[in-house]
C-alpha cells in the first residue's frame, strides 16, 4: 500500500529550540496539508500546497512556523523557536483529485513535546 | 456557523451490533464531497469511505456505509456488526471543490463492549 511517510514519529525538544518535521506524500499526489491535532483544539489546518505551490497556510503563526515543498517528494513544517504550547501531533496527508482518488491519506504523524 | 456537526461526542455500542454515527452539514457549494475517517487509539487518521454530492447511490465500503440524504444535508456512517477493533474516534469531514481543504466535525469517540 502506498503510504505518506512523516520523520520524526517523536520529538521531544526544549522551549526555544527548531523544529523540523518532514513529510513524504504518495508518488503522484499534488496537494499536501500539514494538520495539528490536539485535545483542547482538535484537528487544526495549518498550511496546503497544490502542485508545490503554497495555497493556504492562514492557520499558521507565522512568526515562527514556515512550510515549503522543495521538491514533489518533500514537504517540510518548521518551528522556530519552539514553545510549550507548540505540543501537538502533526499530521501530514496527501490527495489528488485529478488521480479520481478522493480520499486524503495521512501519515502517521509527529508527536512533539516541547519542554 | 458550524459546517459539519457531529452530535454524539462518545457512543457505547456492543459488539455485533450495528452503529449509526450522526454527521450534519452545512454548503451551499452545489458540488462538495463528505468523507469519514477514524482514528484509534494508536493515533493515525485512516480514511473510511467518500461521498460525492452528485453521486447517486450511498456510498459502501465493506461494512461501512454511508447514509446520504442531501435534503437534510446529513451524512451519517453506519457500520455494520460492530467488533472491537472499531473502538475509535471518527471524525466526519467535508470538502467543498471550491475548495480543496477538508472541513472537520469535533469527532465521534465509539467504544465497543464485548
Known amino acids: 500500500d502506498a503510504r505518506v511517510t512523516q520523520t520524526p514519529r517523536h520529538k521531544v525538544t526544549e522551549m526555544g529550540q527548531e523544529v523540523t518535521m518532514r513529510c513524504q506524500p504518495i508518488?503522484?499526489?499534488?496537494?499536501v496539508f500539514w494538520y495539528r491535532q490536539t485535545m483542547m483544539q482538535g484537528l487544526e489546518l495549518l498550511a496546503y500546497f497544490r502542485n508545490r505551490a503554497p495555497l493556504d497556510d492562514s492557520g499558521m503563526p507565522k512568526d515562527r512556523f514556515s512550510a515549503e515543498m522543495p521538491d514533489a517528494t518533500l514537504a517540510t513544517l518548521k518551528i522556530q523557536p519552539s514553545e510549550p504550547r507548540d505540543s501537538a501531533v502533526y499530521f501530514c496527508?496527501?490527495?489528488?483529485?485529478?488521480?479520481?482518488?478522493?480520499?486524503?491519506?495521512f501519515g502517521s504523524g509527529t508527536r512533539l513535546t516541547v519542554v | 456557523a458550524q459546517k459539519i456537526t457531529q452530535t454524539q461526542p462518545g457512543m457505547f455500542v456492543q459488539e455485533k451490533e450495528a452503529v449509526t454515527l450522526d454527521c450534519t452539514y452545512d454548503t451551499s457549494d452545489p458540488s462538495y464531497g463528505l468523507f469519514w475517517y477514524k482514528q484509534p487509539s494508536s493515533g493515525e487518521m485512516i480514511f473510511l469511505i467518500y461521498q460525492g454530492s452528485y453521486d447517486q447511490q450511498n456510498a459502501t465500503e465493506g461494512r461501512y456505509s454511508l447514509n446520504f440524504q442531501k435534503a437534510r444535508k446529513s451524512a451519517n456512517l453506519v457500520i455494520s456488526a460492530s467488533q472491537l477493533g472499531d473502538s475509535a474516534m471518527y471524525f466526519c469531514?467535508?470538502?467543498?471543490?471550491?475548495?480543496?481543504?477538508?472541513?472537520w466535525g469535533a469527532g465521534t469517540k465509539l467504544i465497543i463492549k464485548p
Open positions: 496527508a496527501s490527495g489528488s483529485l485529478e488521480a479520481g482518488f478522493y480520499g486524503y491519506t
Open positions: 508518488l503522484g499526489h499534488n496537494t
Open positions: 469531514a467535508m470538502r467543498e471543490n471550491s475548495n480543496y481543504q477538508l472541513i
